[in-house]
Each structure stands twice: as structure tokens, then as C-alpha cells.
């Protein structure tokens, strides 16, 4: 059975930084893509960020020059550096493949003053 676990959310200020991570557990970690999504409560789940097995990388308008996703096969597990954060990428962020494995608890990021 695949399992998930995203960490490394917080409290951040403007401005500040966070790295995420996605261990998954159970799969071929190498083989598969991996979306980072974020939920905000009363708004649909959205992608963030995503990489290809092979590498190839996506990202949302909002997050671009400000994200950066990578991988470490050799550890399972996906990482998104989050630096200069906003108020707006304050939600859940959850990491997936597709199709979708059974979804993780998440990890909390809020952007306050």
C-alpha cells in the first residue's frame, strides 16, 4: 500500500522560506510524476508545482521564480523550497502522483505578519 507523508510546513512572515518534503512509500517512487497541490478551506484543491519522472518541471503563474522543485529517488521523496512567500500561499499543500495514490494529511504552511 502507497503511503504519503508530506512535512516541513509553518508559521512564516512575508517574505520568508519554507522546504516542503513528500516521502512515499510502497512504489516505485523513480517511475512516477509528483504534483505538489494546495488546499485553501471553501476553494478547490489546485497544482502547484510538478515534476515528471524524467525531470521535467511545471509550476503555477503565482509560484514561478519563487518555487523550486526537486527529487531524491535514492530517498523517495520530492522537496519544494518555497522562498519570498505570500499571504495567498497560505493552505494545506499535499503531493500526489497520477493516477493518485491515497492522499496524505498534508502539511500546514501559513504566511502571516
Known amino acids: 500500500q502507497v503511503q504519503v507523508v508530506e512535512s516541513g510546513g509553518g508559521w512564516v512572515q512575508p517574505g520568508g522560506s519554507l522546504k516542503l518534503s513528500c516521502t512515499v512509500s510502497?512504489?516505485?517512487?523513480?517511475?512516477?510524476?509528483i504534483t505538489w497541490f494546495r488546499q485553501v478551506p471553501g476553494k478547490q484543491r489546485e497544482p502547484v508545482a510538478g515534476?515528471?519522472?524524467?525531470?521535467?518541471?511545471t509550476y503555477e503563474d503565482n509560484v514561478k521564480g519563487r518555487f523550486t522543485l526537486t527529487r531524491d529517488n535514492s530517498k523517495n521523496t520530492a522537496f519544494l523550497q518555497m522562498n519570498n512567500l505570500k499571504f495567498e500561499d497560505t493552505g494545506v499543500y499535499l503531493c500526489?502522483?497520477?493516477?493518485?495514490?491515497?492522499w496524505g494529511q498534508g502539511t500546514q504552511v501559513t504566511v502571516s505578519s
Open positions: 500526489n502522483s497520477f493516477p493518485n495514490w491515497d
Open positions: 510502497g512504489t516505485t517512487f523513480s517511475s512516477r510524476s
Open positions: 515534476i515528471s519522472a524524467g525531470g521535467r518541471l
